[in-house]
């Protein structure tokens, strides 16, 4: 990075920074309620009053910057009234318009003064009392909201002698971007906005897309060098990075600010472009949290990009992600997605696959608890059935049960409205209709938690009740309802029962079924906005909440105990090796349960010490993606799992550290051979 | 033939550093060498072991009180009986073809990937009937390679060579009294067999362990690098590291090299600079 971008990620890391922001909460629910304000019109005035009192502050060596000095964007409702709507309405996650993709190409392209005209004339032709005028005017607010924001910055930049910037917010966000540069503080104009509009999970989606022609044009007309674009897209990188900690989410870092480089074009051509390297190596040299990488691939993806996925790994950063197009791009189509959507897909907050533009689908709506179904199956059946087919059958039955009841949960949704997001999207100014209504595709998403715990589960049932009748029906369910305790020995025998993740079809089979009747019992049904429901293989924050309250299960694992964090082998689970989890868990027909969640692989930073290691894990995930996997997440193993391993480790018999030309588990090292490790790994972190 | 069983303690998907390509390593139990800094005691003795993970253990005695049957020695009946599984049997048998089963179906990873299986230790021709049984169903299937000291019967290691396609071989001490002393070996075995390997064609690498004040010496390296230079190999350098005692614990021994541990590794490897043989440090 140069000494500019230095200083800006050096300002990020010393956070001196956030003391520029102010104390000031601000509540003007009370005051919308009392004058009976529409929530649409709530939005606009929010937007515009926090504009108002927003303070551009920028600092000698910003081209682009922009940080928030409001921390916390107050409620549109008050609690009386968000209990009223949440008494007959379905309320997920706040109620609030989150986790979807913007369509920042057309923004872009069009600028936002056409917009702004179409709104003007709208309002002027539309009678009082028509229903659209407070949609409308919502979004008049909103443009203006983002004006004022600009001007802000525009008026500081001239003060501070930063006449760049100044120039730039003269074109920007009223006009197309003239350049590169103007596009990028176009973009973290808009990525401010939406956060102080209080919306989250804020994707930014295919940027290597839809900035392409801006940098291109640059690049080839020589009107800025390649370190140049490397060095503002550095600083745009840092930017997302400013007010993380303001933004909402289960986990701080767990904003959605998710990035997409790679993919096909609308005709399906490989569009993996110079800027998508360039972003690949802007991260790389960054080694901070936002924007989170996607990587599209397919089985034709040049062996470059996965190296260059397989130098970020190494950073430790838990990305790239990848995402395989031979599998995601059949499966959206299969769900009633058109082609050229389907092409365009972008990757959520998570893994959920979505359309930028054109969506409102809610991709983590609800999860199944796979084990809990497993477990209560086999406490009211397995003394009644004669076989293990009788038993699957009955488990089948209950998916079925408790995706209707998912089904039925999730009607009559309420969702605030977001006037300044329905601006970003493809065509909701021109329909008339905020993005809370919905969008050209509405579906909803269900994880489905759990899915190894639930395979091992039946597993063991299978194998130690049925075939080798080592535990009896009653002993199981006696061993369960005590935790254990006492039954060292059954869970030992449970344990040792065949588990997926080993390319044993034993298992391996269980769980190709379950996903199968996952994707069968939502199959055809609707949800009351014209959407369907898509199964998917993730587990959102469902691995420890729907585990939490669940007691023993028949794999052995214990009460409370974690499932495994998405589409992986069982905590506590050994396998044969990393080949053959992924031989394991290609088996399950993805395309029929592609919602989004990966396949998470963890290795030990050491795996990537040199060329040779990095090489072999990229070729690795290649053969992932020719195997047919949908999505794939690779971890460079942490020093904190390690100092948990050393706490609790019956959690991870499966850590493997290289320590040097040799291996052994983590587990089976003296504690001086683990905390030297654990050492080494705080020094190569650095 | 046919029907040899093989004991084997570990088969590790993905072993990055054992030759090109994925590759699975296996790692065959015993080795009639006793080298002063080995790093993994799992594979020394021949017979299978119940071993007993040091970390995690919550005392709760039900594993003593169980070997005491047995005169305070741990059973495979005491593994089932931990509550946190920190016990387990080292060492499975596996028959030839199962083992060959095991690796044929990763074959299209190592196909598509330059990859293959790598037979290691322990030391892989202390089994060396199995060895050749499960090499000579893999032949021309899957690309072979071996770790090994070179610690094994010459006849059958030529016999042997013409199934592998690859060779890791280690080149530790030269001097017939230290390698006597640091590896309870008799040198001339390996010497003799490392012709063998020359003579086959088979293409090989050899490997040498840089272990502080032993293997390291001057006069050492140089006996190395003289016989190795007119054989076209290349070199890796492993060097040692201080975690090579990691593993005792488990195996109920202690680690207790009778070298100095702490002191600089020599790096001067001017001996095949000189004699223009390739290397790397591993």
Redesign the interface.
């Known amino acids: 990075m140069d000494n500019r971008v230095r200083i800006i990620y050096e300002r990020l890391l010393s956070k001196e920074y956030k003391k520029l922001r102010r104390d000031t909460s601000y509540d003007f629910a009370k005051e919308y309620a009392s004058v009976g304000l529409s929530a649409a019109k709530r939005s606009g005035d929010r937007l515009l009053r926090l504009a108002e009192l927003e303070r551009a502050i920028l600092f000698p060596e910003d081209r682009i910057g922009m940080m928030r000095t409001i921390k916390k964007v107050p409620p549109l409702l008050t609690e009386k009234e968000y209990d009223e709507i949440s008494a007959d309405h379905f309320i997920f996650d706040g109620g609030i318009v989150f986790n979807i993709a913007s369509d920042y190409g057309k923004t872009l392209s069009e600028g936002m003064e056409k917009k702004r005209a179409f709104i003007s004339e709208k309002l002027e032709e539309l009678s009082e009392g028509d229903e659209k005028r407070d949609f409308y005017k919502a979004c008049l607010d909103s443009v203006d909201a983002l004006y004022i924001i600009a001007e802000k910055y525009r008026a500081e930049a001239e003060r501070s002698g930063n006449t760049e910037l100044a120039q730039a917010l003269k074109v920007v966000p009223k006009y197309e971007p003239k350049s590169y540069y103007q596009a990028l503080v176009f973009l973290r104009l808009l990525n401010f906005t939406l956060w102080l509009n209080g919306n989250k999970h804020i994707t930014l989606g295919r940027f290597d897309q839809y900035a392409y022609p801006y940098f291109e044009r640059d690049i080839k007309s020589g009107a800025i060098s390649y370190d140049e674009a490397f060095s503002l897209t550095q600083e745009f990188f840092i930017s997302l990075n400013f007010d993380a900690d303001l933004y909402p989410g289960v986990q701080q870092g767990d904003n959605g600010q998710s990035m997409v480089l790679g993919g096909v074009d609308k005709n399906g051509k490989s569009v993996f472009n110079d800027l998508s390297k360039l972003c690949l190596e802007a991260s790389l040299e960054l080694k901070i949290i936002d924007p989170k990488i996607n990587i599209r691939v397919d089985k034709n993806t040049p062996d470059e990009v996965y190296l260059l996925g397989t130098e970020l790994t190494k950073q430790g950063l838990g990305f790239p992600q990848y995402s395989n197009d031979d599998a995601v791009i059949p499966a959206l189509v299969k769900w009633g997605y058109d082609i050229e959507d389907a092409r365009n897909y972008v990757v959520a907050a998570c893994w959920e696959f979505i359309i930028p533009g054109v969506a409102m689908d809610i991709v983590n709506i609800e999860a199944l608890n796979f084990p809990k179904i497993v477990r209560d199956t086999v406490f009211s059946d397995l003394k009644k059935v004669k076989s293990f087919d009788e038993l699957f059958e009955r488990v089948r039955e209950n998916i079925f049960v408790e995706a209707e009841k998912m089904v039925a949960s999730t009607k009559n949704i309420y969702i605030q409205p977001s006037p300044f997001q329905s601006l970003l999207m493809t065509d909701r100014i021109e329909e008339g209709v905020d993005i809370s209504e919905g969008a050209k595709y509405n579906n909803y998403g269900f994880h489905g938690a759990g899915l190894s715990t639930a395979t091992d589960s039946l597993a063991a049932v299978k194998k130690c009740v049925f075939e080798e009748g080592s535990v009896s029906a009653e002993v199981l369910l006696n061993a369960l309802e005590s935790d ?1 305790e006492g039954y ?2 059954v ?3 449970l ?1 040792k029962a065949p588990k997926m993740g080993n ?1 044993d079809d034993y298992a391996d089979g269980i769980a190709v079924k379950l996903l199968d009747c996952f994707a069968d019992s939502l199959e055809g049904k609707k949800n009351d906005r014209g959407g369907i429901f898509r199964a998917g293989t993730g587990s959102a924050m469902y691995y420890i909440w729907s585990a939490e309250n669940l007691g023993a299960t028949p794999d052995g694992r214990e009460k409370g105990s974690p499932f495994a964090a998405n589409y992986s082998p069982s905590l506590g689970v050994k396998p ?5 989890v992924i ?1 394991s868990f290609v088996k399950p027909d993805l395309k029929r349960v592609c919602n989004g969640g990966p396949l998470t692989l963890e290795f030990h930073d050491t ?1 990537f010490k040199n060329d ?2 990095t090489g ?2 990229a ?2 995930v ?2 992932f993606i ?1 195997a047919g996997g949908h999505q794939l997440q690779l971890n460079a193993v942490n020093r904190d799992k390690l100092l948990d391993a ?1 706490k ?3 959690k991870y ?1 499966d850590l493997i550290v ?8 983590f ?5 001086a ?2 905390n ?2 654990i050492k080494r790994m705080e020094f190569s972190s650095q | 033939m046919g029907g040899r069983r093989g004991l084997i303690f570990s088969i590790e998907e993905f072993a990055v550093y054992d030759g090109p390509g994925i590759r699975t390593a296996v790692f065959f139990k015993g080795c009639p060498l006793r080298c002063n800094w080995c790093h993994n005691p799992e594979g020394l003795e021949g017979i299978q072991q119940i071993l007993r993970s040091p970390n995690g253990c919550v005392k709760c005695g039900a594993c003593y009180k169980e070997a005491e049957k047995n005169g305070g020695v741990l059973t495979k009946s005491c593994v089932d009986l931990c509550p946190r599984g920190l016990i387990r049997e080292s060492g499975k048998y596996f028959e030839a073809e199962e083992l060959a089963g095991i690796f044929l179906k990763n074959k299209d990873v190592f196909d598509r990937t330059g990859g293959g299986v790598t037979f290691s230790g322990g030391e892989c021709l202390a089994q060396v009937d199995f060895l050749l049984e499960v090499t000579s169903t893999l032949k021309g299937k899957i690309n072979i390679a071996i770790e090994t000291s070179g610690y094994g019967d010459t006849r059958k290691f030529r016999e042997l060579l013409k199934n592998i396609d690859l060779v890791y071989y280690d080149l530790k001490i030269i001097d017939r009294e230290n390698f006597k002393k640091y590896t309870g070996g008799d040198i001339s075995v390996v010497l003799k067999n490392f012709g063998a390997l020359c003579e086959s064609g088979a293409p090989f690498t050899v490997r040498v362990p840089l272990i502080p004040g032993v293997t390291d010496t001057a006069e050492n390296l140089g006996a190395i690098a003289d016989i190795v230079k007119d054989s076209g190999a290349e070199v890796e350098f492993m060097p040692y590291n201080k975690m090579a005692g990691g593993k005792y614990k488990l195996v109920g021994r202690e680690y207790r090299p009778s070298f100095d541990t702490t002191r600089e590794i020599n790096y001067d490897l001017g001996a095949f600079i000189k004699n223009g043989v390739a290397y790397k440090i591993k």
């Open positions: 254990f060292a020995e869970r030992n025998r344990l390319n044969s090796g990393v080949i053959s031989k795996v040779e290691g072999k894990v070729a690795l290649k053969y020719s050393q609790h480790p019956e018999p290289r320590v040097w030309g040799w291996s052994g588990y587990n089976e090292l003296d504690a051979y683990q030297h490790i």
